[in-house]
């Protein structure tokens, strides 16, 4: 589409800010202050991108009012589903008000009307003042308002480019005949989110049939008796309903607002306003990109002249930037607009040369080229060292083995070089990679993603992140060499070896310079020692453990693969007996359908954000108690799951190279500080039902020399309850050795420890462990199956008996209001920025957090610190044995048979001292040909 002589762009602001706030909901924009910044960042780039590459004559955004509406009046349940506005984008807007004003755009809201109306009567009379009308929003109700001039612009979103609907595609979108029947598709449908009820049971496709039959609602509902079945009688009944919903859904263009269009004439931001606004939410990158990196601003009477796009941003009668030059948006820097000089290092002299000169230097960066993600298999296509901002040196080796094994020896004295710090990003992986090679690093390692874990733990540490987080800078990315993920990528090893000394070199020197921004950030005491002692030292022990492998046991897995097959079968023709027919049992639409349309098992069934009946676990779960066909749906899920996710995937997982499973250990991932695991995810193996334990069984030793060794903490997390909360009822009762819920539930129940029966023990196993997780006393009654007033006079027992339990959660608490973080017993700190929120909900579970983040947190520095010991005992005995796996609280070894007795000895003495608490720390050790019979 041509650039028009006169455009008019729209904004719906609240469904824009929206957008933005959920598009980094998983990874907030937290500024140093604690404001989430992520709705107003992400409005901003939507707005600036409309501006820079539009280019309207005129611009306007229109925002809701609290005030209810006219809708209101005709349905008071409308909108009435909606959740609460989430605290963020409470706060949020007025910010958002504050950039768009401060861009000298006019803000348009009026109460008792919503943005679409107010858009939609603005588009009308700009359309026909000649006008080409642009309305964004991701909103598909504004296909109503599209005619000759006036266009639905769908901004782009997560990977789909923007789309710009006119009168066909809108027609094609809806599959309709007429623009006013998209209002008739809305009656008919309904819509969750704003409670808009519809007819029952008519979707999509249902509602265009009928349309295209009968051309209105108004003439549907007249026409139901000529509508056969189920169908029919849902329009009979529900046709005034429907009729209400297209009301609803119209969106009034007789707006009461003056219509000013001189007013919504682009001319340019007001620079101090807008350089005030992003200083102080902290958008430096945005700042410079907008107005340049230093914007100033000098007012006198004459506007200065030029042309527009000399300009930049603004028109060239701007009005207040007005006697200056003008300020040009700071792109973001490149491998093409960056000076750099990255060399190929590809005889014996120039390598000879290289390494002469990285012998010379403290600190080094270094990253390997590979042909293969998988460690173990990769081969190496290359190394690329910096130790210069803006230089660095590529060394390319031959595809075989044995040629790339001689240059790799020729570099030993530099990675052997004690006294040498080597930088990299996930150091870890080029650890295992100069392994193949029987190469190992000895001097101190500085992993820029651990750096940056423990500054900013809650947010990404890729290497491109940091790049345009603390650069400015763009890498070149992957796919520009190979293509994107799928059958058709290629492969690092086919790449123009120039090519590949341009990307290799610019991941050295990015990361040569991440490290020169992170480690400042480091010099925080509790940070420092973190990363020194803690976060690198057990980098080498993942790497270890990682290459070390576990072996599965193939035909135990195939045979429980037919056994979990023919019991889904089993459970799936139950399930077809209960509903009275055959369905897609794994699909939750038609799931809901049979659950709480035909069998109605409840009276107001709970829905998605996309209209469908909720079968989650949790609904599933609570239906159970009372209904068999919810029961054997839980079944037949977890049946399906361990199949797919680890019966039948486990064997593809087992490499070739020596036909061992190598799980991939991420270190920078829970804000915790908890290891996570892929491939296979070893967190999530279940561990509460009969099949899901079995799993265990395919793990098994290496050879017949060895035999599996799992050392497990015994509950960790209640005896660091105990120890944090200096309960001296519970201290004691672990000092003495006493089972810690017998104990719980003879002082909540009131009766001697030798009269605790099971349901009693059961009780408080529950209330130990749901306390420190927040529990509620309604949570409480329904895991264990008692009233709500006897979970609460339990809890309040448990509270009068362990006094130091409850002083230890107001205290964390408190903490968290007066800092919004907690910290572990190593210090590293969980933020909490919620803790403050004025939404309950939201409050409360950062104040869950407060009190349970410190405790998980600190199990996961025990462990690690553990971990860290063994393994540097175990390489100091030259022992056969291997650490194999760690999964939450345990430690899987490989034990040979000479070092039975030894491994059994000392292994839980370097769990128990890992840290010292006044509560002693036990560990349960067991010994198998299996998994499964070990733990």
């Known amino acids: 589409m041509s650039k028009p002589e006169k455009s008019l ?18 990874n907030p924009r937290i500024s140093s202050k604690g404001l989430n910044t992520g709705a107003p960042f992400g409005f901003t780039n939507s707005l600036y991108e409309i501006i820079d590459k539009r280019k309207p004559t005129h611009i306007a955004v229109a925002f809701d009012t609290s005030a209810p509406t006219f809708r209101h009046e005709q349905f008071a349940e409308y909108k009435a589903n909606r959740d609460e506005t989430p605290e963020d984008i409470k706060i949020g807007t007025p910010i958002v008000k504050d950039i768009v004003r401060a861009f000298n755009i006019p803000v348009l809201e009026l109460d008792g009307y919503e943005a679409d109306d107010i858009i939609g009567t603005f588009a009308k009379k700009a359309a026909r003042e000649g006008f080409e009308v642009f309305m964004m929003t991701p909103d598909k109700d504004y296909g109503q308002l599209v005619e000759e001039h006036v266009y639905l612009y769908k901004p782009a979103f997560m990977g789909n ?34 409670n808009i009820p519809g007819i029952p049971g008519v979707g999509p496709k249902t509602a265009s049939k009928l349309l295209k039959q009968y051309g209105s609602v108004e003439e549907i509902v007249a026409h139901a008796s000529e509508v056969k079945g189920k169908l029919g009688e849902k329009i009979a009944t529900f046709g005034d309903q429907g009729i209400l919903s297209k009301e609803l859904a119209r969106i009034n263009i007789e707006v ?77 820097s490149t491998i093409a607009n960056t000076p750099h000089d990255y060399q190929l290092i590809d005889t014996p002299a120039l390598r000879k040369r290289l390494v002469k000169y990285l012998l010379a230097q403290d600190e080094i960066c270094f990253d390997t080229e590979t042909d293969n993600l998988e460690p173990i298999e990769a081969n190496l296509v290359g190394l690329a060292f910096a130790y210069k901002t803006g230089e660095a040196f590529y060394v390319p080796t031959p595809l075989d083995k044995e040629g790339a094994q001689k240059i790799v020896e020729e570099f030993r004295a530099v990675f052997e070089k004690e006294e040498l710090t080597i930088i990299a990003q996930n150091a870890k992986y080029d650890l295992q990679v100069l392994k193949n090679y029987g190469m190992e690093v000895k001097g101190e390692i500085f992993d820029t993603m651990l750096a940056h874990y423990l500054v900013d733990p809650d947010t990404r540490h890729n290497m491109d992140v940091l790049a345009e987080n603390y650069l400015n800078y763009t890498p070149v990315s992957i796919t520009e060499l190979i293509g994107k993920k799928g059958v058709k990528q290629g492969n690092m090893k086919d790449v123009a070896i120039e090519k590949v000394a341009e990307y290799a070199g610019e991941d050295a ?11 400042p950030m480091l010099e925080d005491g509790r940070i420092k020692k973190l990363f020194a002692e803690v976060e690198v030292p057990l980098m080498h022990v993942l790497a270890d453990i990682e290459y070390n492998g576990v072996r599965i046991d193939t035909e135990t897995l195939a045979t429980m693969s037919k056994e979990l097959e023919e019991a889904s079968a089993k459970a799936q023709a139950e399930i077809f007996e209960m509903a009275g027919e055959e369905f897609n049992v794994a699909s939750p639409k038609q799931l809901g359908i049979i659950l709480f349309d035909k069998l109605q098992l409840v009276d107001k069934p709970k829905k998605t954000k996309t209209g469908q009946y909720a079968t989650g676990e949790d609904i599933l779960s609570k239906l159970a108690v009372e209904h068999d066909i919810a029961a054997r749906i839980l079944e037949f899920r977890e049946y399906q799951k361990l199949k797919s996710t680890y019966v039948d995937a486990l064997p593809n997982m087992i490499s070739p190279v020596d036909g061992l499973v190598h799980t991939d250990y991420r270190q920078a991932v829970a804000a915790t500080g908890r290891l996570s695991s892929n491939n296979p995810n070893l967190q999530n193996i279940p561990i509460r039902t009969e099949k899901g334990r079995e799993i ?146 939201v409050r409360g579970h950062a104040e869950r957090n407060a009190i349970n983040g410190p405790i998980q947190g600190s199990a996961a520095d025990m462990i690690k610190i553990a971990m860290i010991n063994i393994h540097d005992w175990m390489k100091k005995e030259n022992l056969k044995s291997k650490m194999i796996m760690q999964v939450h609280d345990e430690l899987v070894f490989d034990v040979h048979k000479s070092e039975i007795e030894l491994m059994k000895t000392r292994i839980p003495e370097l769990m128990k001292g890992a840290i010292e608490l006044d509560v002693p720390m036990e560990v349960e050790v067991g010994m198998g040909e299996n998994w499964l019979i070990a733990h």
């Open 9 to 26: 762009f729209l904004l719906d602001a609240m469904a824009l800010i929206y957008r933005a706030h959920f598009a980094f909901s998983k």
């Open 161 to 194: 480019g923007v789309d710009i609907m006119g009168v066909p595609e809108v027609l094609a979108k809806w599959d309709i005949e007429r623009i006013d029947q998209v209002v008739d598709m809305l009656g008919l449908q309904g819509d969750s989110v704003d």
């Open 256 to 332: 009461p607002i003056e219509f000013e269009i001189e007013d919504m004439k682009y001319k340019g931001p007001n620079v101090d306003a807008l350089k005030t606004l992003f200083e102080e939410l902290e958008f430096r990158t945005t700042l410079k990109r907008i107005l340049g990196e230093d914007p100033t601003t000098t007012k006198t009477a004459k506007p200065k002249s030029a042309a527009p796009e000399q300009m930049g941003l603004f028109s060239e009668t701007t009005g207040v930037i007005e006697d200056q030059p003008a300020a040009k948006p700071i792109e973001k």
């Open 509 to 519: 020197d990015i990361t040569l310079q991440l490290k020169h921004k992170l480690a």
């Open 696 to 841: 265990r069984k395919a793990f098994i030793p290496r050879s017949e020399d060895f035999t599996l060794m799992a050392a497990d903490y015994s509950q960790i997390e209640l005896r660091i309850v105990a120890a944090f909360a200096e309960d001296k009822s519970m201290i004691e009762a672990f000092k003495s050795g006493r089972d810690i819920h017998s104990t719980t539930a003879s002082k909540v129940f009131g009766v001697p420890i030798e009269e605790v029966d099971r349901d009693m023990r059961r009780k408080a196993k529950e209330v130990n462990f749901g306390l420190i997780y927040g529990i509620s006393a309604f949570g409480l009654a329904q895991n264990i199956g008692i009233s709500r007033t006897e979970a609460q006079q339990i809890i309040t027992a448990y509270f009068n008996e362990f006094p130091g339990v409850k002083k230890y959660m107001d205290h964390q608490v408190n903490k968290a209001r007066e800092h919004t973080y907690v910290e572990t017993i190593l210090g590293r700190r969980r933020y909490l920025r919620d803790i403050h929120s004025k939404n309950m909900t």
